[in-house]
Each structure stands twice: as structure tokens, then as C-alpha cells.
């Protein structure tokens, strides 16, 4: 295998928003810089739009664009993988083989989505009401369901953190609810917010306004919940509480936020800690 070694000022490790916002900023500032972003996707998605697409707002294919169309004039973009960030030496490796010294390394990968890491989603989501606004292909079935709802028991969640955006869950949940009642369905709804964590919003500032929306679509709020596990065709998940408790609640929709973990070579990297 042929390898080679190339100097950047600046690389930065993925091309998503983050990424390509952060390398047209730079070389706006100052465009002798050399930029250098690596990214194996050939697709650009705007992750964020995808919320608005389960609520049916946006269509989904409004939210792609391919990479090389983003990429800022004067940037170079590798359609490669990074294998390993050695900081201590300032070099990155790539599944190519090939090494990139740098004098910055800006890191915007994103998080890696664990589908896995609730027992039987993966082959839950997509049918029996089992939807997620963190997939390109299922935030089409989750506006697809909220608008053929008929009532029952509604169920959001939301894991521990780290996860992509912490408004997205709710987001999911009010946008649903909002249709609900335009349709006149509120009524028949049962809207549970499962929630791993032991408050609404982290910022508590912000929480007097989401509050209003909860009370406004009568959602129950269910703290210290994390699922673990989802049936799709009997229409059950099961959840454990901060103490080690399990139950199950059965459901007519659910709008599942999944686990999330850092990409596994900034794990094995020096970047990283416990």
C-alpha cells in the first residue's frame, strides 16, 4: 500500500453542518489557510431538519445535499475515514493508510447513533408504530403516523446524555401534539415523555416556557426512565428507572430517541477520557 503524508494548517474531522460552518468561517478570516475536512459520506444530510420532517414540515429530501456541493471554495475534502488521532504528535491516520500532520484539529464527527443498545429496536423501527426523527428514512413514518393516529398512549424518550441536539426528543413530542390537537385528537391521546434524565431541560432557564407546552398537551412527564428494551408487534417497551426498577408500558406510538456514544477512534485516542 502507497502512503503519503501531507501538512495542513487546519483539519477538521467531518463534513457535516459543524464541520463545513466552521471551515468557510475560517477561511473567510483568513484565506491563505490551508483546510483540510475528512468525511467518508458522500451525502449531506442537515440532521436537524429531520425534526421538521416528522412534524411535516419539511420533506425529507429537502434535507440532502451531496458533500462534494458543500465543500467552502479553497477547502480540501478526503472521502476517507479517520482510524486514529495521535494529539501528542499532532498527525491523524486514515483507513487509507495515508497520515495528515496539522497545526488545528477541529473535531465534528458527531455521535455515533447505538440502535443496539435498546434490546429489539432495530428490528422494531419503520412498523407497529415504532419511529424515530434520528433516522433519514423514519422521519417520513413518523409524520406518517401522527397523522393517522387515533388515540392511545403516545410515548417520547429520550436517553442519557451525551446525545445529538438534547431539544430533539421534546421537539418530536410537541410537534406531534400540535397536530393532535388541530385534528382534534388531543383528547384521545395519552402523551408520556419517558425521560432518562431527572429534569425537562438542562438549562433551567427554558424550562417555565416548555412547561407550558407540556400542560398545554397534557403530557405526563416520566423522569429517571430509560428504555431498554421494545416489542413491536405486541406494542410494549420496557423501561428501567434510575433505581434499577423495570416495568413495561404498552403503546400506539412510539418516538424513540436512541442511545449515543463517541465515535470509536476518539475512544482510543489521547483526546479522550474516562
Known amino acids: 500500500m502507497n502512503t503519503q503524508t501531507k501538512q495542513v494548517d487546519?483539519?477538521?474531522?467531518?463534513?457535516?453542518?459543524?464541520?463545513?460552518?466552521?471551515?468557510?468561517?475560517?477561511?473567510?478570516?483568513?484565506?491563505?489557510?490551508?483546510?483540510?475536512?475528512?468525511?467518508?459520506?458522500?451525502?449531506?444530510?442537515?440532521?436537524?431538519?429531520?425534526?421538521?420532517?416528522?412534524g411535516g414540515i419539511f420533506d425529507a429530501e429537502s434535507t440532502h445535499r451531496k458533500t462534494a456541493d458543500l465543500i467552502p471554495s479553497g477547502c480540501?475534502?478526503?472521502?476517507?475515514?479517520?482510524?486514529?488521532?495521535?494529539?501528542?504528535?499532532?498527525?491523524?491516520?486514515?483507513?487509507?493508510?495515508?497520515?495528515?500532520?496539522?497545526?488545528?484539529?477541529v473535531v465534528a464527527?458527531?455521535?455515533?447513533?447505538?440502535?443496539?443498545g435498546v434490546e429489539g429496536l432495530e428490528q422494531a423501527l419503520g412498523n407497529n408504530g415504532v419511529t424515530s426523527n434520528y433516522r433519514y428514512d423514519l422521519a417520513p413514518y413518523t409524520w406518517e403516523?401522527?397523522?393517522?393516529?387515533?388515540g392511545g398512549k403516545a410515548i417520547f424518550t429520550q436517553p442519557p446524555m451525551p446525545i445529538k441536539c438534547a431539544g430533539a426528543p421534546q421537539k418530536a413530542l410537541y410537534l406531534s401534539a400540535s397536530e393532535w390537537l388541530k385534528q382534534g385528537k388531543l383528547d384521545q391521546a395519552d402523551i408520556h415523555f419517558y425521560n432518562s434524565g431527572p429534569?425537562?431541560?438542562?438549562?433551567?432557564?427554558?424550562?417555565?416556557?416548555?412547561?407550558?407546552?407540556?400542560?398545554?398537551?397534557?403530557?405526563?412527564?416520566?423522569?429517571?426512565q430509560t428504555l431498554t428494551k421494545v416489542d413491536g408487534e405486541s406494542k410494549t417497551a420496557w423501561f428501567k428507572d434510575s433505581e434499577g426498577n423495570?416495568?413495561?408500558?404498552?403503546?400506539?406510538?412510539?418516538?424513540?430517541?436512541?442511545?449515543?456514544?463517541?465515535?470509536?477512534f476518539i475512544k482510543a485516542s489521547d483526546l479522550s477520557d474516562d
Open 10 to 54: 487546519v483539519l477538521i474531522i467531518g463534513a457535516g453542518s459543524a464541520g463545513i460552518a466552521t471551515a468557510a468561517s475560517l477561511k473567510k478570516r483568513n484565506a491563505g489557510l490551508s483546510i483540510t475536512l475528512v468525511d467518508p459520506s458522500a451525502d449531506h444530510y442537515y440532521q436537524p431538519g429531520w425534526t421538521m420532517v416528522g
Open 76 to 105: 480540501q475534502w478526503l472521502q476517507d475515514s479517520v482510524s486514529t488521532i495521535d494529539g501528542s504528535s499532532s498527525r491523524v491516520t486514515l483507513a487509507s493508510g495515508d497520515t495528515l500532520g496539522y497545526s488545528h484539529l
Open 109 to 116: 464527527p458527531g455521535l455515533k447513533l447505538n440502535w443496539a
Open 145 to 150: 403516523l401522527v397523522q393517522n393516529f387515533k
Open 199 to 224: 429534569v425537562l431541560f438542562g438549562v433551567a432557564d427554558y424550562v417555565p416556557a416548555l412547561m407550558e407546552y407540556i400542560e398545554k398537551y397534557n403530557a405526563t412527564l416520566d423522569f429517571g
Open 246 to 264: 423495570e416495568s413495561s408500558s404498552e403503546f400506539e406510538f412510539l418516538h424513540v430517541c436512541p442511545p449515543q456514544t463517541a465515535p470509536d
